[in-house]
């Protein structure tokens, strides 16, 4: 379920949105100015932080790109046609 609420009925009932997203619910915060809208999203320790594994595959493509380690378009090469022969090369 999708509950819509204005800002004001955020800063309200803050505590009992926040509860219903822990249960699954979608919460989505209306602006009256300007008409914009945000949704309330649950994240987790691993959504702030990249894990030991994350940034050694970082590293890696890092040490990838410094030593020519890339595959790169050809000029006026299509993408489909860049596709074909990285696939070839791969």
Known sequence: MVYQVTT???RDRQKS???MV???AQ????RSRGGK????????ENDLYFSPEM???IDKAVEQVKN??????NEN?????FLDRVGDEI
């Open 8 to 10: 004001r009925e955020f």
């Open 17 to 19: 949105l926040l509860d």
């Open 22 to 24: 822990d249960k699954g």
């Open 27 to 30: 919460v989505v915060i209306r």
């Open 37 to 44: 809208a945000y949704a309330i999203t649950p994240i987790d």
């Open 55 to 57: 940034l050694a595959k």
């Open 68 to 73: 020519g380690e890339v595959y790169a378009m």
């Open 77 to 81: 090469e299509s993408l489909d046609d």
